[in-house]
């Protein structure tokens, strides 16, 4: 199917297809955390973390106890690094262009909350340190510069019903990841083995 004929390429052309914002979509973005965003922030398990580089881009998910997400200022977030499969595609990113963008969800809630800016990488000691779990510090801690601060509304949330009970999917329908890294690896790597050791090896390795 073509759809050459009816691109949108121009600003123009995108603010006459959705208008001109106004309301409460101006006046909740901010460049600092206010009360509200503040609770948001500390009530978070999980956040998708998007950068850029000049191979691309990448967003990558991290979670841990609310809370993990710590508030240094009102402009000024910390997220430590845990262990993980050392790819490091968001630290790449950082250390060439610091521009990021954060995507903050809570178990249940229909809300999320998006912060703009920019990072820096610190491998202070006492800093790794005050966010020891288990015994074990993190690899590093990201800085968060915040430039903009605001939630989004919930018609995502409700629309995929992502924290609907009645909609979890049973991971056993899907393709397990040792089937699938089988098949990317030809047979090499993964399968049944894999699959089997995967949660002892998930729990070993979170901290």
């Given at each position: 199917?073509?759809?050459?004929?009816?691109?949108?390429?121009?600003?123009?052309?995108?603010?006459?297809?959705?208008?001109?914002?106004?309301?409460?979509?101006?006046?909740?973005?901010?460049?600092?955390?206010?009360?509200?965003?503040?609770?948001?922030?500390?009530?978070?398990?999980?956040?998708?973390?998007?950068?850029?580089?000049?191979?691309?881009?990448?967003?990558?998910?991290?979670?841990?106890?609310?809370?993990?997400?710590?508030?240094?200022?009102?402009?000024?977030?910390?997220?430590?690094?845990?262990?993980?499969?050392?790819?490091?595609?968001?630290?790449?990113?950082?250390?060439?262009?610091?521009?990021?963008?954060?995507?903050?969800?809570?178990?249940?809630?229909?809300?999320?909350?998006?912060?703009?800016?920019?990072?820096?990488?610190?491998?202070?000691?006492?800093?790794?340190?005050?966010?020891?779990?288990?015994?074990?510090?993190?690899?590093?801690?990201?800085?968060?510069?915040?430039?903009?601060?605001?939630?989004?509304?919930?018609?995502?949330?409700?629309?995929?019903?992502?924290?609907?009970?009645?909609?979890?999917?049973?991971?056993?329908?899907?393709?397990?990841?040792?089937?699938?890294?089988?098949?990317?690896?030809?047979g090499r790597l993964g399968g049944e083995a894999y699959d089997?050791?995967?949660?002892?090896?998930?729990?070993?390795?979170?901290?």
């Open positions: 199917m073509s759809t050459g004929d009816h691109l949108v390429t121009t600003v123009e052309a995108l603010e006459a297809l959705y208008g001109t914002p106004g309301g409460a979509s101006v006046i909740k973005e901010i460049d600092h955390i206010n009360d509200g965003y503040r609770a948001l922030i500390e009530a978070a398990r999980f956040v998708a973390i998007a950068t850029s580089g000049p191979e691309g881009l990448d967003c990558s998910p991290k979670g841990d106890p609310a809370g993990f997400i710590r508030i240094l200022d009102d402009r000024t977030l910390a997220i430590p690094d845990r262990r993980g499969n050392n790819r490091v595609d968001t630290f790449h990113n950082i250390v060439r262009d610091p521009r990021i963008a954060l995507l903050f969800l809570i178990p249940g809630v229909g809300e999320t909350l998006r912060v703009n800016g920019r990072a820096d990488i610190s491998i202070d000691p006492e800093l790794l340190a005050s966010f020891a779990m288990n015994g074990k510090n993190p690899v590093c801690v990201m800085i968060v510069h915040i430039e903009s601060i605001y939630f989004h509304c919930s018609k995502a949330m409700v629309r995929s019903k992502l924290w609907d009970p009645a909609q979890m999917v049973d991971r056993k329908s899907l393709p397990s990841t040792g089937t699938i890294v089988a098949e990317l690896s030809k089997r050791e995967l949660p002892e090896r998930v729990q070993a390795q979170l901290y």
